[in-house]
């Protein structure tokens, strides 16, 4: 036995990289949805709309190589995903026909909270049938719709020195791993 024994735990670090990764560009394109949807309610829709497949592929895609170990069903998994998901976006194109640009119900800064909302609620339980990875992005994404909306004066002040820091301890974590 002359083997590495340290080499199972440096494989399921490596294999964690990808899926940390694919949660924080999710955290990220959700606050720029936000900022999007401020500024420009039309380009917001598209935008929300877009996140639906964009999230559906990485809730599949984190959980795709466990589903091989575990011998269960991929093709469950895909469709499962991608009902719930289109759930999603049948959810958020009813709210923008509730935005100012179709019936004006809801101001543009509310579509976008309301939006981001439904995207913590659709990744929290996307999470249940996924990956429980997803779920915790899912309520991050609460606590974000939360503190914007009862910080909304301060929030990019917050908002962007957070993701800072996320991006900054990914990278120095992989840095890390990497020198081991």
């Not at 964009?54 to 599949?60: D, E, T």
């Not at 994404?141 to 301060?154: D, K, P, R, T």
Request: proline letters at 3%; hydrophobic letters at 55%; a positive charge.
């Amino acid at each position: 036995m002359s083997g590495n024994p340290q080499q199972p735990y440096q494989t399921s670090r490596k294999a964690r990289h990808p899926t940390e990764l694919i949660l924080i560009v999710l955290l990220l394109l959700s606050v720029v949805g936000i900022a999007l949807t401020d500024f420009s309610p039309k380009n917001g829709f598209w935008f929300w709309m877009a996140m639906g497949p964009v999230f559906c592929a990485a809730g599949i895609a984190v959980e795709w190589g466990n589903l091989t170990k575990r011998g269960e069903s991929k093709a469950k998994l895909v469709r499962n995903q991608i009902i719930h998901w289109i759930g999603y976006l049948t959810t958020v194109y009813l709210i923008f026909i509730l935005s100012g640009v179709e019936t004006g119900r809801l101001n543009n800064v509310d579509v976008g909270l309301v939006a981001l909302l439904i995207l913590a609620f659709a990744s929290f339980s996307a999470g249940i049938t996924a990956n429980w990875r997803i779920s915790i992005l899912g309520i991050f994404l609460g606590i974000a719709v939360c503190a914007i909306a009862l910080l909304q004066e301060y929030i990019w002040a917050i908002l962007v020195p957070l993701a800072l820091i996320i991006i900054g301890a990914f990278l120095w974590r992989r840095r890390k791993t990497g020198q081991s």
